[in-house]
């Protein structure tokens, strides 16, 4: 049996890192730009480890060079996402990506997406929101054009401000500013943390950056105080099994600490990061949670609900997609 029909939401998908690799290599002809590396024979993305996928990731942008190609993207990811079932998604959007942070080419890149996701929405039945993310490894300043560009293009469709990119990299305290500029203009904050970093790491994000979801977040697990912390606070966790299982962040799916945080009171939420280069989807995503845990729909039913009640969505978008989950769920 397969989940494949069973409505989802989604919270953390790359945009970028949503494109199919025939959809980049398809690109990569057009414009007479030579990636083969990046792809290994099979036709998918090939690369060693966390560090090097970040720059596979960004090779591949290299094809992405104007408005109508992210046009197209969304379009490319969001027709893959609905036929995973997902009724809901929320994506990571990157001014670095689109037009390098400078405000007037980011308003053309996003027409051209906000349009698409208006198709989407008429032609496959899925709504989407958009998170402006900054590139930790681009550094704070770089931040701040991410940040200005949220703040300035706030609205119906950016709803939200976060961090990608090399964990690593620098602390969280050095993106203070421009989460701050962010949370103050009234954007829903999330941030990558405790994917790489410890549970320090994740006290820090939440301590100097205050986020209300915290991309992956597992590695919280690994002090239970701070478990607790985190449950007590009501801070939501966009979980990735199957990203952190495929890039070694867990060893495997019998050792990742979702049931740990979900059993000690965290909200987790489950999603598919990258779903091409991590081999995953949506449904593969709830199949290994039915094979390896035993889930099942009363579980994904309660992960659906802290996804909606965690969604940077207004109150009538909330209610049409708690609506539709009611009739299909
Ligand atoms: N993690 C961190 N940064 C990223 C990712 C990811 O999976 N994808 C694109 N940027
Ligand atoms: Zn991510």
Redesign the pocket.
Known sequence: MSYRSYPKLELHL?LE?GAPPAFIRGLAKEKGIDIHKIFDEQGGYAYRDFDHF?RV?EAACTTLQGPEDFRRLVLAVLEESASNGVIYSETFLSPDFCGGGDLEAWRDYLGAMTDAAAQAERDFGITLKGIITCIRHNGPEQAKTAARCAVETKGDFITGFGM??AEMMGRPGDFAYSFDMAREAGLRITC?AG?WGGPDMVADTIRDLRPERIGHGINAAKDLALVDEIAEQGIVLEVCPG?NVFLNAVESWEAHPIRLLRDRGVKVTVST??PPFFHTTMTREYDMLAEKYGWDETDFAALNQTALEAAFCDVATRERIAKKLEAAQ
């Open positions: 790359h890192g970040l990731y990608a990119g990558h994917e990203s990061d990258d």
